[in-house]
Structure formats: structure tokens, C-alpha cells
């Protein structure tokens, strides 16, 4: 990941939380504000289903079967 460039004059936004970012839907109305959120959803939905639908690496899937064949074991015994 890229270093960020040093800002010498400090932070642009000294607020704590989200202060320092913005979408930039300050002008939007209440409703314009619901129906960009609601769209920001769909496509973070559109995203992470698309990542779901991945198989898993070889190494994960290697792993999982490691721990299902340990708890098999310990499951027949009292």
C-alpha cells in the first residue's frame, strides 16, 4: 500500500469518526440521500456476492478438512 505524502500543515480534518470524509450529498434531499444509500448497498451486495461465489484457496480448503477430521475424532469419544 502506498505511503501517504506528509502534510506538513497537520491533518486536513482534526475531527474524530467520519468527520473527515463526505460523499458529497450535503445538497441532496432527504429522499435523494435514502435512494443513494440504497444504492451504495445494492452494489457493496453485488460485490461481496461475487466474492462469496470464489472458491476457497487450496490452503483454506486444506485447513477446513484438517479441523473437520480433528473434531470427527474427538466426537466419538465420551
Same mark, same amino acid.
Given at each position: 500500500m502506498p505511503k501517504r505524502p506528509h502534510e506538513p500543515d497537520g491533518p486536513r480534518h482534526?475531527?474524530?469518526g467520519n468527520a473527515g470524509w463526505s460523499i &458529497?450529498?450535503?445538497g441532496l434531499t432527504e429522499a435523494g440521500q435514502s435512494e443513494l444509500l440504497k444504492h451504495l448497498g445494492r452494489q457493496l451486495q453485488d460485490n461481496y456476492e461475487n466474492i462469496l461465489?470464489?472458491?476457497a484457496p487450496d490452503r483454506l480448503r486444506r485447513l477446513v478438512e484438517k479441523l473437520k477430521?480433528? &473434531?470427527d475424532s474427538s466426537d466419538?469419544?465420551?
Open positions: 482534526p475531527h474524530k &458529497g450529498s450535503n461465489r470464489e472458491p477430521e480433528s &473434531g466419538d469419544e465420551p
